[in-house]
């Protein structure tokens, strides 16, 4: 079942505080036109059933999401919609975890704004599923929480590269994969925006001989999955997070790879954090970073990204 709070429909969580739709269809009609769309990503929240939790550099990691929210509503009338990639939980996707990060994002249902998650190795496919309620519809792909968000101006694949619980590496799947290959063989026009949480990475077997091969710490899959976007032409951008490290990889004849900063658990505190704007159109997309820390020196750093 992919993951979605649904914020017109009358079905509520915990007296009003989420409400749970499931379609392949999405439509983004907030904050839209006919050229342009924008939308919040955030990623790697890492929220706790206790609020006041600090990750290892002291920092509240409920705080901080609240502060970005802050941000995002300030803009809300402009946004088509957010996306939480992965990591929303704190550590092993506790139902109590949920319940806490389901609370904090209350004013955005408030607001109407649509909100869509992927899943990343801390949280639990199945708690996860059960803290937002009853559900209609199902994933496209079995044991995985994937979908279809279609906007007038491009589609967004939400994957699920939710492996082991609490476990480093991701992993895609080929069920996975071969969903994600018909449909960009059946919207071959349409710009097409892949967002999920682990980063590509290829196997290294450096060291001396009969060493075991170095651990991956991102996609197990990573070969098959570049090989498929890049052949596909509609693919534009692979959007992930988990390394809690904003960086940008412009592709030459490939996706755009995005490295998303860390909304709430921070690794390095000299390292950006916060969110990023992205505003689409028929032809590229232009991302801004939204630090928290307004004094940093990437805040407010923008790069325009054309279309291959």
Not at 5 to 28: C, I, M, T
Not at 56 to 65: K, S, T, Y
Request: glycine fraction near 8%.
């Amino acid at each position: 079942m992919p993951l979605h709070l649904d914020l017109h429909s009358r079905r509520r969580f915990l007296g009003g505080s989420a409400v749970l739709a499931l379609s392949s269809f999405f439509p983004a009609s907030r904050g839209a036109t006919a050229e342009r769309e924008h939308w919040a990503l955030l990623s790697d929240t890492h929220i706790a059933a206790d609020p006041a939790l600090k990750s290892r550099q002291g920092i509240n990691m409920a705080d901080h999401l609240k502060k970005v929210l802050g941000e995002v509503l300030a803009e809300k009338e402009t946004l088509s919609g957010v996306i939480i990639d992965g990591d929303c939980a704190y550590n092993t996707g506790q139902p109590g975890d949920y319940a806490t990060l389901l609370g904090i994002l209350d004013p955005l249902r408030e607001a109407g704004l649509p909100v869509h998650f992927s899943l990343g190795n801390h949280d639990d496919r199945e708690v996860f599923s059960a803290a937002l309620g009853e559900a209609t519809g199902q994933s496209p792909v079995v044991g995985k929480h994937c979908t279809l968000i279609e906007t007038p101006l491009v589609n967004w694949i939400l994957l699920d590269s939710l492996r082991f619980v609490n476990k480093v590496e991701g992993e895609l799947g080929s069920d996975q994969l071969a969903w994600v290959d018909k449909l960009l063989a059946a919207n071959p026009n349409k710009p097409t925006l892949l967002i999920g949480h682990h980063y590509p990475e290829t196997p290294r077997s450096e060291g001396a001989p009969g060493d075991a091969e170095a651990k991956v710490s991102g996609l197990v899959d990573s070969k098959p999955f570049l090989d498929l976007i890049t052949r596909h032409s509609a693919a534009k951008v692979f959007i992930y997070g988990h390394s809690h490290n904003w960086h940008l990889k412009k592709g030459e004849g490939a996706p755009h790879q995005i490295n998303l900063p860390p909304t709430s658990y921070v690794f390095n505190p000299s390292l950006p954090s916060g969110w990023v704007r992205a505003a689409l159109s028929a032809t590229g997309m232009s991302l801004e970073l939204r630090t928290l820390d307004p004094s940093h020196p990437k805040h407010g750093e923008t790069h325009e990204l054309a279309w291959r």
